[in-house]
């Protein structure tokens, strides 16, 4: 399991999955109206893919892997990386917030909030521990240029 936990998609995966079950078995909160929960879900989702795409083609422009577990060579700092250090984070917390709108599902859309905090407090901290051990001064520079989130 601590394997699994250091896989970034592992907690979005995993709190919207609890969230459904509670969704499906003692709280059905529905928050929105046919037909906007489509579209509005359908909209967030398509953005979140979007971001998501767009963060794993920055890193392959400049030869970088974006599986975590794979060293990094040089830090990627252009495109969508110029306005947050983590949009791939971004685009999957949008994710759940986009499916939760979907499936009508407030307890989706409030697994924002642990993913949040798993993300801001156990994952981000972590990766940023590496990048200031490896890349040392230039992250540091980027850190105080960059935001972490938006």
């Known amino acids: 399991m601590k394997k699994f936990l250091r896989v970034p998609p592992a907690f979005p995966i995993l709190f919207t999955l609890i969230a459904g079950v509670i969704h499906s078995t003692i709280w059905a909160f529905e928050p929105l109206n046919a037909p906007w929960n489509f579209f509005s879900g359908g909209f967030i989702i398509a953005i979140a893919i979007l971001m998501f795409a767009v963060s794993v083609l920055t890193f ?17 700092t252009d495109g969508i990386y110029s306005s947050s250090r983590n949009p791939a984070y971004l685009a999957m917390m949008m994710m759940i917030f986009g499916v939760g709108c979907l499936t009508n599902s407030l307890a989706i859309i409030l697994a924002i909030i642990p993913t949040f905090i798993a993300f801001n407090w156990y994952t981000v901290p972590r990766e940023e521990r590496y990048l200031n051990q490896n890349l040392g001064y230039e992250y540091e520079e980027y850190k105080n240029r960059v935001r972490r989130w938006l």
């Not at 392959?60 to 040089?74: A, V, W, Y």
Request: hydrophobic share 25%.
């Open 60 to 76: 392959r422009k400049h030869g970088e892997s974006f599986d975590i577990r794979r060293p990094t060579n040089q830090l990627v």
